[in-house]
């Protein structure tokens, strides 16, 4: 059989580590479209990504994930449902250091409700050691609200066993979904 | 959330006498929007509903990604992107400054040939780019 293509998103807030995961696993010199961050009241980042950012994984069995990052900021809401199109799952990462990460949160899994109804997504709390506000707990108690099954766990996406382990636990998610919706399949890539 | 302050007023009021400047002289210009290179409006004039504030951000997106696929196409710096649509086009590019990255939107219709608006619009690109005090 040859070898699949999936394509997942990475969403979350400015500054949550979107390009920085992309760029901890991705094989190829990651595709950027950085530019002068001018909103340095809102967040001191030099630098934000306007458009995308885009990396490419070769997994063990010849499947490749093309995985694409998405900006922050809500008025680069469009590019959310352009990248979105067609994504298999999405990893959604949270910066807990912002002022109301629950409500981040739940603007992305708004955003992407489709792909996240459907147990495809997974959320990464980033910075949770130095802001340990919102707990897990909180965060769970969340999702149940909004009907959304997604794991979640703290990440530092800074390590690319981390970003690796989203999405590891991305697909044992989507796998399990799938298991219970029709016996006998799976959507784990081979 | 309001747009940070990345120019004075003078610099501001500056871009849209030229903004105004460009829609009276072309009347096929249909809109004009100076915005910061993170996809925040300065100054703008519409002639149609469109916001401003979303071709803001479009055209951050649009020309980053443009300078991206230069880039990976090895043909130098991105300088302009033109949208050729079936009623009218959208012109894209940068305002060049010393130090601030502002860039240019222009929307217009299709009763002049896109050489025409873009000869009157790189005017308009080069005198923001040379009044601004920055």
Redesign the interface.
């Known amino acids: 059989m040859s070898p699949k293509e999936y394509k997942l998103i990475f969403a979350g807030s400015m500054g949550a580590g979107k390009t920085t995961a992309i760029a901890a696993i991705s094989e190829i010199a990651p595709v950027r479209t950085d530019v002068e961050n001018t909103d340095r009241a809102n967040h001191q980042k030099a630098t934000t990504t306007a458009a995308m950012d885009y990396g490419e994984v070769t997994l063990p069995g010849g499947d490749k994930l093309r995985l694409y990052g998405t900006p922050g900021q809500t008025r680069f809401d469009f590019m959310w449902k352009i990248l979105g199109n067609g994504a298999l799952g999405v990893i959604i990462l949270v910066d807990n250091s912002r002022p109301d990460p629950l409500a981040d949160l739940r603007g992305y899994l708004q955003a992407f409700h489709e792909i996240a109804q459907d147990s495809r997504a997974v959320i990464g709390i980033g910075r949770g050691e130095s802001h340990p506000s919102p707990t897990l707990d909180a965060f769970h108690a969340l999702t149940r609200e909004i009907g959304i099954c997604a794991p979640i766990l703290s990440v530092d996406v800074r390590r690319r066993e981390d970003v690796l382990l989203l999405l590891d636990i991305l697909f044992n998610q989507m796998e399990a979904a799938e298991l219970i919706d029709r016996p006998g399949s799976g959507a784990r890539p081979q | 959330?309001n747009?940070?302050l990345?120019l004075n007023s003078i610099d501001t009021d500056l871009c849209q006498q030229q903004i105004d400047a460009l829609i009276e002289a072309r009347p096929e210009v249909r809109g004009v929007l100076v915005s910061?290179?993170?996809?925040?409006e300065v100054a703008a004039r519409m002639r149609g509903k469109s916001s401003p504030?979303?071709l803001?951000?479009?055209t951050?997106?649009?020309?980053?990604?443009g300078?991206?696929v230069s880039d990976?196409g090895e043909v130098g710096r991105c300088l302009d992107i033109v949208i050729d649509a079936s009623a009218g086009r959208v012109l894209l590019m940068d305002i060049p400054h010393a130090t601030r990255?502002l860039l240019l939107t222009v929307l217009s219709d299709n009763a002049s040939t896109l050489g025409q608006v873009l000869w009157a619009v790189r005017n308009c690109r080069q005198e923001i780019g040379r009044l601004l005090v920055g």
Request: glycine share 4%.
């Open positions: 959330m747009a940070p990345v910061t290179i993170d996809g925040f504030a979303k803001a951000a479009m951050s997106s649009l020309l980053a990604l300078e991206a990976e990255k």
